[in-house]
């Protein structure tokens, strides 16, 4: 496919260019120090040779990412599903989520559509703050993402995003490919997902028409996910103590490190995405009457509402909901054992916290706040 160069710093790479990008990556030393990580015992030449047979991004992730996933899913987890009910899986899609982990969120479901019959996976939308690596940021374009330039003057930022808006609906319109965008930049800490409006301003700069016409291009799903356990929620739970107590503290980019590491390898119970209608037709129906300054927050809240309907809610939501409430309201949800399974968990999480004056309750309420706030907003939605 003839795509403009003027995508190049960002885009995926395109099957001509693969070749050249295995052989960086097998040269590169790190790169195989993971490799003799995740196949011990298999000779790099052997990989190599079966990564050269990969003629497209595809052909790639199915030979390497699929059986990955498959078998990381079946030691940490209990069980992971899609329903895609409400889409149609001969179309393409970008579609919104709620954003857990920083690099499972995409990557199960790339594995969920192919599952569901969809004939490709999806192109990701990937900050580059997670891209210091030169031989990370050729494997995950290698894997299908493109790339969201943050660190950028405020004209630069501007720019940047009208040509990543355009190049979207490129993918769309002309590549017939899936998105998989995040509502926000960076994941929701407390679990308390809303999309933010300027994430839909950034993607309505591409395309044709008035704003919602160009949003109604992009064919946007909103895409719930539900996490039984966060295996990042004591790593969180750190951060906002850190936060609190250190002034201007900020994460390192070795941070985000343990943050990918954990959330790979670590338990999550059951895990279940949900695919809401596409909104093309709540777009074409909003009202005129809306102020044109409201017509991004008036999106965002119809997402919002999307996934908070589409969790799927387990005995740890309700437990700590009513926990931090200080009722038993929701006590028909879950048993004593339940209560004893999440308790020892909680316990087991925070004794892996280690920072400078731990603050157990603090660092408690905060984790319990995290499987909370999926509960309160599907209850406030759907009155369940």
Known sequence: MNIPSVYDDIRPFEPDEL??????????????????????????????????????NLEFQLAFCYGFLKNLMAKASKGWDMDTTDVDVTKRYTFVSNHRDIVLDSALLDVLLYDAGFKTTCEIAIGDNLLSLPW???????????????????????????????????????????????????????????????????????GEGSPVERLMQLHIVPLAISYEYDPCD???????????????????????????????????????????????????????????AKVFDVIAEHIDREIFRNYRLYPSNYIALDRLDGTKEHADKYTEQDIAVFDEYQKKQLAKIDIPGKDEPFLLERMLTMYANPARNFIAVTGN
């Open 136 to 206: 990370v940021k050729d494997l995950v374009r290698l894997n299908k993402s493109f790339i969201v330039q943050r660190s950028l003057a405020p004209r630069e930022m501007l720019l940047a995003s009208r040509k990543m808006a355009e190049y979207m609906h490129f993918v769309i319109k002309e590549k017939n490919d899936n998105i998989w965008i995040a509502q926000r930049e960076g994941r929701a800490k407390d679990s308390n997902d809303r999309t933010q409006p300027s994430i839909l301003k950034m993607m309505a700069m591409g």
């Open 234 to 292: 004591f790593l969180k739970a750190a951060e906002f103590q850190l936060k609190r107590d250190v002034e201007g503290w900020k994460k390192s980019a070795h941070d985000d490190v343990v943050s990918m590491q954990t959330g790979i390898m670590g338990y999550k119970g059951r895990v279940h995405y949900h695919c809401a209608p596409c909104i093309d037709d709540f777009l074409k129906n909003l009202s005129s009457d809306i102020p044109k």
């Open 19 to 56: 070749q050249d990008v295995y052989k960086r990556l097998l040269d590169n030393e790190q790169f195989r120090q993971v490799l003799a990580y995740l196949y011990p015992g298999v000779p790099a030449e052997a990989i190599g040779a079966k990564m050269m047979q990969c003629k497209t």
